[in-house]
């Protein structure tokens, strides 16, 4: 039996966690990456990732991102853990380097199971769920603070995508990295995560606080659980189902009212570490675009699609951009602003 040939397109901080998880496997992974010094300091010194239960060292395969061009066979799975605003470019990118039988996975936040079916059609395409903490201050070097026991996937497919059976393919590979779970409706449950993260994600990076320390600022919760309430409605809206993501049980969720404030409770209970900082807060801090059109302005954006007031989730990202041109700081009294949006 040939051995399958992986990509990881996407190898910061999760990217590179996954990828060293799957080498660690002794399978065949090649890692893609854009940042020049994390690429030339994996292939001079190898990739360590450091978790509360051990450290990993491998010595990866590492491919400039402008190398693609250069390949000449093809992969027989591309996990993209990209940006989500990324996503459509380099679902492209790499289309042309995936086996005509070959599957496809956007393992990161946002709504892009569409991005990947576009670049190389739905019969090759598996929606994909992440819940993995992780951070990279320099090259080479991963802090993650959900190792494999703490991290959790899930996987399906959309309409016209493959057979179950090449469903569980990839999510047999994930499982060398965190639980996976299967959702037959995987857009609802990638929605659900979107919930999730509007409530959190850049609500606390606004606070320029840890995770844990942005849920113990008096009102913040309040701002959290509205701006999630907000996603929830827009979803139903688009028709997106309420399904038990992180875990969670059918009766935690079976009152719509309480989901948001169950899966906030889940959500710190397993998966946020002292300290830990979102993926939002660590872009702003290296001067960086966010993917705050991804989370809480897709929930804005459809919102008004669909005629579904999002108040909170509006001034989040209006926060957001205040703060990505420079004109305001990441900083607790930012908490004022988005306290006047709740209802």
Same mark, same amino acid.
């Given at each position: ?90 679902? *492209? ?13 956007? $393992? ?71 639980? $996976? ?109 966010? #993917? ?12 008004? *699609? ?9 001034? $989040? ?11 305001? #700081? ?11 949006? $709740?209802?």
């Amino acid at each position: 039996m040939t051995t399958q040939r992986i990509a990881v397109l996407g190898a910061g901080a999760n990217g590179a966690s996954v990828g060293a998880d799957l080498i660690r496997a002794d399978l065949d992974v090649t890692l893609i990456e854009q940042w020049p010094a994390h690429v030339e300091r994996m292939r001079a010194d190898g990739l360590t990732v450091e978790t509360p239960e051990e450290t990993i060292h491998v010595r990866p395969r590492v491919l400039h991102l402008c190398e693609v061009a250069e390949l000449r066979g093809r992969f027989d799975v591309v996990l993209m853990l990209m940006k989500a605003y990324d996503a459509g470019w380099a679902a *492209r990118l790499i289309a042309p380097y995936l086996a005509d039988d070959g599957l496809m996975a956007g $393992v990161q936040n946002g709504m892009t199971t569409g991005d990947v079916a576009t670049a190389v059609g739905a019969e090759r395409t598996i929606g994909t769920v992440i819940e993995c903490s992780s951070t990279m201050d320099e090259p080479a070097l991963v802090h993650r603070h959900t190792p494999v026991s703490a991290s959790w996937f899930a996987t399906g497919t959309p309409p016209g995508g493959p057979s179950r059976a090449r469903e569980d393919e990839l999510a047999a590979l994930l499982r060398h990295s965190g639980a $996976v779970a299967h959702f037959d409706d995987i857009e609802s449950a990638k929605w659900m995560k979107l919930v999730s993260n509007a409530t959190l994600l850049v609500t606390s990076a606004a606070l320029g606080l840890p995770m844990l320390d942005a849920i113990r600022t008096p009102g913040y919760r309040d701002v959290m659980v509205a701006a999630g309430n907000e996603a929830l409605a827009v979803g139903a809206a688009l028709g997106h189902q309420v399904l038990p993501i992180f875990g969670l049980t059918e009766d935690e969720i079976r009152d719509r009212t309480k989901v948001v404030d169950v899966m906030t409770d889940k959500l710190f209970a397993g998966f946020v570490v002292p300290g830990a900082t979102t993926t939002v807060l660590q872009d702003w801090r290296r001067g960086r675009h966010s #993917e705050v059109d991804d989370l809480n302005g897709h929930v804005t954006a459809e919102g008004r *699609r669909v005629g579904i007031p999002t108040p909170v989730n509006d001034a $989040v990202v209006e926060l957001a951009h205040r703060i990505e041109r420079g004109e305001q #700081e990441p900083r607790p009294e930012n908490l004022t602003a988005m306290r006047a949006a $709740v209802r």
